[in-house]
């Protein structure tokens, strides 16, 4: 199996004993997602009600692979719920190829009864949540 290069900077700092947000500053830019840019873009997104009225993050509070920690009662994430968010982000996000990320196939996809579905990674069992185009958020 490869490696995962960004991952195993990451590992390497997190296991030295330096929390996500300072592993995360040790690392090139590029190499893995922008932390900043996730809080302030891919959390509010997460964190929306869609066409269901259900939002992401409680819709995946007990899923293993993307697992998402909600906001509290005033809609703000706390700095150790958004590190678990971003960590769990991290495990479907295609650093190398990011059109084939699951964070992003997943909620785009058709996946009624007429949808191709033969690609089980890319079924989504909230259904498609946005237009799987550029206007999509």
């Known amino acids: 199996m490869e490696q995962n290069p960004r991952l195993k900077l990451i590992a390497e700092r ?3 004993g330096k929390k996500l947000s300072e592993a995360l500053a040790d690392v090139p830019p590029g190499s893995v997602l922008d932390f900043k840019f996730f809080i302030a873009r891919v959390e509010p997104i997460l964190s929306a009600p ?3 009225g259900k939002a992401c993050v409680f819709r ?3 899923l293993v692979i993307f697992k998402l920690k909600p906001p509290n009662s005033e809609g703000v994430f ?3 719920n ?5 960590k769990y982000a991290m495990r479907v996000v295609d650093i190398n ?3 084939l990320s699951l964070i992003l196939i997943k909620p785009t996809r058709p996946t009624d009864s007429g949808a191709d579905v033969s690609d089980c990674l890319a079924m989504h069992n909230g259904g498609q949540r946005w237009p799987g185009n550029e206007s999509s958020p």
């Open 14 to 16: 997190v296991l030295a």
């Open 60 to 62: 995946h509070a007990n």
């Open 50 to 52: 869609g066409p269901d």
């Open 82 to 86: 958004s590190g678990e968010n971003y």
């Open 97 to 99: 190829n990011p059109t």
């Open 78 to 80: 706390s700095e150790r």
